[in-house]
C-alpha cells in the first residue's frame, strides 16, 4: 500500500488490520495511533501562543489563516477588544482554534474563549494524536454561561444549556474526556494543569501589574496576602479532586488503571529575581522595564514572586498530586516540574532579547522569538500594563504564559515525561541550543525523585501446579522504579493464607489438589512505604506436566510470539485454552496460541497462561515465564517522495508520496521540507508555501512513517526542484481613495468629488494578489498640467491643503514585498471641491424669553473655525425682520412664540456656507 492510501484510510477512520484489543470497552473502530489528552486551564490550553506567527500558510494578517487575525477589523495593529462578545464562533474571528482542526476550522472555536491552540503542550507529534480538552480560566469546577461569565468548562462531569451562539450544550472536561475516550479507545496518557485559578494566580498578577495606577509592591498588599492564604488550600483540593474526577471518568470509559497514564504539569516559572532582571526597576511605569521589557515589577515583587509565591503554589499542586495516590491506583503518574523549564528564556531575563516592539506593520516579518529557532529569546508573554487599563482582554488574560517556543518546550517535556514507568517527579530543563525532530527545543530530564512505590505489573507464578512439585514467583517487573527491594511473599490456597507459606517458592500438597493457589509479594525500601500485588491463581491438579507450555518468537513489535501448550500424562489434553498477559494483567480478547505484538507491547513483557483439560482429571492452569522486556519493531520503507509544484514564489509544492510505500501500515506520516539542503525549521507538513527566503534555492522533502513501537523509518530526500524564482503580484482591481472617519473606518468618496478640509486614505483591500509590506505610496496633483508628485507624501493617508483646492489627486502604490516582483496599482484621479465646515458647537440661548427683556445667544463654533459668522432671529421658524446679531430684545408680536436663532458661518472660496440652529425657547411671557 502506497503512503498517501494508508493516509487516506486514517483520514476516513476505516478500521485498519486487526490487532489483539486491550482491556477496556468494546468499540467499532480502533484509531491506531495513541491519544494524549490535554486537561485543565490556559497553561494547557496554550493561550499565550498567539503572539507567534508560525506554521500558517498565509502572511496576509487579514487572512483566516494567519495568527495574527484578533478581531473583526484589526490588522497587524494592536491587539483589539471585540465589542460585542457574542460575535465570537460567528464573525469574530480569534487566534485560536481547536487544536485538531486549526487552522482549517476558521479560527473559531467550538467553546469561545477557551483559546487553544495549535502549539499547546499536548500536541506531541511524532506518533501521537493530540486532543485539548482545556479552557483558558478553568477552575475545578465548571462555571455556566451568564450575563456576567463566560462558560468555562473545570475538570468535572457538569453539563449545562448555553444560550447561542455559544455551545448549545456545556459539559465539564471530565466529561468531554469520559466521552471521547469510550469513541476512542486508545487514550493512553492525560496531561493535565490546573490550580493556578484556583489559587488566585491571576487575581494576584493582576494586583501586582495594575496596582493603584502605578506599580504596584503587591508584596505588602493585605488583600493579595489574603487570596495567598485561601489558594494555597484551593489549589491543593483542585488538583486532588481534579485526578479524582479524571480517574472517575477513564473507569466509566472502560479503561483499566494500568491501560493510561498521568501526567501532572505545574506552571513554569515566568520570571526570575530582581537580579537576574536586565532592567533597572527605577522609574516606574515609565521605565525600561515597564515600556521596552514588558515586566513592569519592582525588583522585590519579582523577589517575593519567584522566592514565596510560586513555591507555594507548585508546593500545594504537588501535594494535591500525591493526595490522589488512591485514586490513582495503578495509573501511573509523573509530576513534571517545569520550575526551570524557561530558565535563561524568562521574561526580562539578562540572557533573552526582548520582543515587546513586534506588533504592527510586521506581518510577513520573522518575529523574534521564531528567529534562530528561539534561542535566546524570551518563552513567556510579555506584560502590557497600558493595554491592561485599557481593558485589553488579551493583555488581561494572557501575560507570563508561556508563547510559542515556551509550549513547544513544554510539549518536548512532555513527550520524554511518557517514557516513565512507575510514580516520579521529574524536573525538565533546556538540553543545549537544538531542536528536536519535531521542530521543538531540545529538553532534557533531570533525575527522577519517587513519589510512591507502585505497581506496575502483576507478579506471575511459574512451575507446574501438581502435588509435589515447586511453584515460584519471579516480582522482577512488577513493581516501579526499577530498583532493588526487600520482597516479602504470602501464598494464599483458595484465598485463605497459608501459615508458613512466606517463601519465594511453595511446593504443593495432595491436601491442595483442586484448589486455586495464588501468591502476594510485598516490595519494601528503606524508609518508604510497601506496595503489594496478587498474582492471578494457577489450579493444582492430578493431570501430570510432563513439559511445561513455552513461548517461542521474537520479542519485538511486530513480531509474532507462539505458545507451545506442553506435554502432558496421559496424552494428550481434551482441550487446551490460552490467555496472554502483558505485565502480568490479561489482554482481552488475546486466546489464540499465536500473539501478534503490537505498539502497546513494547516496553513490556508478555506472558501467557495456559489452561488443559482431561476428562476425569481437574483441569490444570500453568503461567509461561515472563518475556524479556519488548522491543521496537521496524517499518521498512521503499521509494523516494517527489517535491511537485512551480516554483515561483507564492506558490504551494506538496510531497507526492505516490512511490512510496511503508509496511506495515504506519500510523502517521510527517513531512520535512529542506532549503538546498537545509531543513526548513517548522516546514512539516505535506504542502509547502514558497516565500522569499526560497528565492534562487532548490526544495526538496522528505516523509517519514510512524507506528507505535515501531522505530521511525525515513526515506530519502527527493531530487530538488528547479530554482525558485520571483513571485508576481498582480494588481486586481483599481485602489480606491476613501474618507476616513472619526470613527477610523473607510467610507466610499461618492462622485470621486473630495470635498476640501476631509482625512482621506487609500483602500488597499483586495487590490494585489499578494499581501505588501507597507507598499510605497506617491500623491499626486494635476492643476492642468498633468500629474506631479506631491512633495512630503509617501503614506496611505492624505490631508488635501491650499494648493489642492480645484485641483485632481490621485496616487500610485507600489509593492515591496520579498521574493516578488514589483508591482504598481494606480488610483482614478479625485477632483478637489469646496468642503463643508463640521458644527462644532451650535448656538444657545442664555435666558427664558420675555418681552423686554434681551436675549442673547452664545457663539456658534465650526470647524475648521472661522470669524465670518453672522446671526438671524426667528419667530416660530420664521425670520424677524432687522432681528440680527447675537442679541435680540422680544416685543408685544412676540408674545406666546419661541424664538430661536440661527447661526451662518459665510461661504469662502474652499468651503460653502453652512448654518445651525439653536433649540427653539419657550414660549414668550409677557414682562
Not at 525600561?288 to 519592582?298: A, E, T
Not at 508576481?728 to 461618492?750: F, N
Amino acid at each position: 500500500m502506497s503512503l498517501l492510501a494508508a493516509v487516506a484510510l486514517a483520514a476516513t477512520a476505516v478500521t485498519l488490520p486487526a490487532r489483539a484489543a486491550e482491556s477496556g470497552p468494546a468499540r467499532a473502530a480502533i484509531d491506531q495511533s495513541p491519544t494524549i489528552v490535554g486537561l485543565g486551564d490556559s497553561y494547557m490550553s496554550g493561550e499565550g501562543v498567539m503572539y507567534a506567527n508560525h506554521n500558517f500558510s498565509s502572511k496576509d494578517p487579514s487572512d483566516k489563516d494567519s495568527n495574527w487575525q484578533t478581531g473583526a477589523g484589526f490588522i497587524g495593529g494592536d491587539v483589539g477588544t471585540p465589542s460585542d462578545p457574542t460575535q465570537v464562533g460567528n464573525t469574530w474571528l480569534s487566534v485560536f482554534g481547536d487544536a485538531n482542526g486549526f487552522p482549517t476550522t476558521g479560527g473559531r472555536e467550538s467553546i469561545p474563549f477557551c483559546d487553544r491552540s495549535f502549539a499547546a503542550a499536548m500536541n506531541i507529534g511524532v506518533g501521537w494524536n493530540s486532543v485539548n480538552l482545556a479552557c483558558s480560566g478553568a477552575v475545578l469546577g465548571t462555571v455556566p454561561r451568564t450575563k456576567n461569565d463566560l462558560f468555562k468548562p473545570g475538570i468535572d462531569f457538569a453539563e449545562y444549556d448555553n444560550p447561542a451562539p455559544f455551545v448549545a450544550k456545556g459539559y465539564g472536561q471530565a466529561r468531554m474526556l469520559q466521552d471521547y475516550a469510550a469513541r476512542n479507545g486508545n487514550v493512553r496518557a492525560v496531561v493535565l494543569s490546573i490550580g493556578g485559578n484556583d489559587f488566585g494566580f491571576g487575581k494576584i498578577a493582576s494586583a501586582c501589574i495594575q496596582g493603584n495606577n502605578a506599580w504596584s509592591r503587591c508584596e505588602n498588599d493585605k488583600d493579595v496576602q489574603a487570596i495567598i492564604e485561601a489558594g494555597v488550600p484551593a489549589a491543593e483540593e483542585s488538583v486532588a479532586q481534579s485526578i479524582h474526577n479524571i480517574t472517575q471518568a477513564m473507569a466509566a470509559a472502560g479503561y483499566d488503571q494500568h491501560d493510561w497514564k498521568l501526567i501532572y504539569q505545574n506552571p513554569p516559572l515566568p520570571v526570575g529575581p530582581g537580579s537576574d532582571t536586565k532592567y533597572s526597576d527605577s522609574g516606574g511605569p515609565l521605565s525600561d522595564r515597564n515600556v521596552i521589557g514588558g515586566c513592569g515589577l519592582y525588583n522585590s515583587t519579582l523577589n517575593w514572586i519567584t522566592g514565596t509565591v510560586y513555591p507555594q503554589l507548585t508546593a500545594a499542586m504537588k501535594n494535591g498530586v500525591r493526595r490522589a495516590k488512591s485514586d490513582l491506583g495503578k495509573t501511573q503518574v509523573t509530576i513534571l516540574d517545569t520550575t526551570d523549564t524557561f530558565a535563561g528564556h524568562r521574561l526580562c531575563g539578562k540572557q533573552t532579547q526582548g520582543a515587546t516592539a513586534y506588533r504592527k506593520g510586521q506581518a510577513g516579518k520573522t518575529p523574534p522569538w521564531q528567529a534562530d529557532n528561539g534561542q535566546g529569546t524570551e518563552w513567556v508573554t510579555y506584560i502590557s500594563r497600558t493595554e491592561m487599563l485599557r481593558g485589553n482582554i488579551y493583555q488581561q488574560q494572557m501575560p507570563l504564559h508561556p508563547n510559542y517556543w515556551g509550549q513547544r518546550a513544554l510539549a518536548s517535556c512532555v513527550a520524554a515525561a511518557l517514557a516513565y514507568r512507575g510514580a516520579f517527579q521529574v524536573s525538565c530543563t533546556q538540553d543545549g541550543t537544538a531542536l528536536d525532530r519535531e521542530g521543538r527545543p531540545a529538553m532534557k530530564l533531570g533525575d527522577p525523585d519517587m513519589l510512591w512505590i507502585m505497581a506496575t505489573g502483576r507478579p506471575v507464578i511459574q512451575g507446574v501446579p501438581n502435588p509435589g512439585r515447586t511453584l515460584s514467583v519471579d516480582p522482577v517487573g512488577t513493581f516501579a522504579p526499577d530498583v532493588e527491594y526487600a520482597y516479602s511473599y504470602q501464598w494464599y490456597e483458595d484465598g485463605a493464607e497459608i501459615p508458613g507459606a512466606t517463601d519465594a517458592t511453595y511446593t504443593p500438597t495432595l491436601a491442595d489438589l483442586y484448589s486455586r493457589i495464588t501468591v502476594k509479594v510485598t516490595a519494601a525500601m528503606l524508609g518508604s512505604e510497601t506496595v503489594s500485588d496478587q498474582s492471578l491463581s494457577v489450579r493444582i491438579s492430578d493431570f501430570e506436566v510432563v513439559q511445561p507450555p513455552s513461548v517461542s518468537g521474537d520479542e519485538k513489535v511486530g513480531a509474532t510470539l507462539t505458545a507451545d501448550p506442553g506435554a502432558y500424562n496421559p496424552s494428550p489434553p481434551d482441550s487446551v485454552a490460552y490467555q496472554w498477559a502483558r505485565d502480568g494483567h490479561a489482554v482481552s480478547g488475546a486466546t489464540a496460541a499465536t500473539y501478534a505484538l503490537t505498539g502497546p507491547d513494547q516496553g513490556h513483557r508478555m506472558s501467557v497462561q495456559v489452561t488443559a483439560e482431561r476428562s476425569g482429571y481437574a483441569p490444570i492452569t500453568l503461567n509461561t515465564a515472563q518475556s524479556g522486556v519488548i522491543g521496537e519493531g521496524q517499518l521498512s520503507l521503499s521509494g523516494t517522495p517527489t517535491a511537485a509544484g512551480e516554483t515561483v514564489v507564492g506558490q504551494t509544492l506538496a510531497a507526492d508520496t505516490t512511490a512510496v510505500t511503508v509496511t506495515p501500515q504506519p500510523d502517521r506520516v510527517t513531512y520535512q521540507w529542506y532549503r538546498d539542503g537545509a531543513a526548513v525549521t517548522g516546514a512539516r507538513q505535506q504542502t509547502y508555501d514558497l516565500t522569499g527566503d526560497d528565492v534562487g534555492a532548490r526544495l526538496s522533502v522528505l516523509v517519514s512513517g510512524h507506528k507505535e513501537g515501531y522505530r521511525e523509518v525515513a526515506s530519502q530526500q527527493s531530487a530538488p526542484t528547479g530554482v525558485v524564482t520571483r513571485g508576481t503580484i498582480r494588481a486586481l482591481k483599481v485602489p480606491e481613495i476613501r474618507y476616513v472617519d472619526p470613527m477610523q473606518a473607510l467610507t466610499p468618496i461618492p462622485g470621486r468629488r473630495i470635498a476640501y478640509g476631509r482625512d482621506t486614505e487609500i483602500d488597499l483591500t483586495g487590490v494585489f494578489s499578494q499581501w505588501t509590506n507597507t507598499p510605497d505610496v506617491i500623491w499626486y496633483r494635476d492643476t492642468g498640467s498633468g500629474p506631479q508628485p506631491i512633495p512630503g507624501t509617501g503614506g496611505s493617508e492624505y490631508h488635501p491643503v491650499a494648493a489642492d483646492f480645484g485641483a485632481r489627486l490621485s496616487a500610485r502604490i507600489t509593492t515591496t514585498d520579498p521574493g516578488y516582483e514589483e508591482a504598481t496599482a494606480v488610483t482614478d484621479t479625485y477632483l478637489v471641491v469646496q468642503g463643508k465646515r463640521q458644527v462644532a458647537q451650535a448656538p444657545t440661548l442664555t435666558r427664558k424669553a420675555k418681552v423686554g427683556r434681551v436675549l442673547t445667544a452664545t457663539k456658534a463654533r465650526f470647524s475648521p473655525g472661522t470669524s465670518r459668522v453672522t446671526y438671524r432671529w426667528l419667530r416660530n421658524g420664521k425670520r424677524i425682520r432687522g432681528a440680527l446679531g447675537r442679541h435680540y430684545r422680544p416685543v408685544r408680536a412676540d408674545r406666546g412664540t419661541r424664538l430661536r436663532v440661527q447661526a451662518k458661518a459665510a461661504e469662502t472660496t474652499r468651503y460653502a456656507a453652512r448654518t445651525v440652529k439653536s433649540a427653539p425657547s419657550r414660549p414668550v411671557r409677557r414682562r
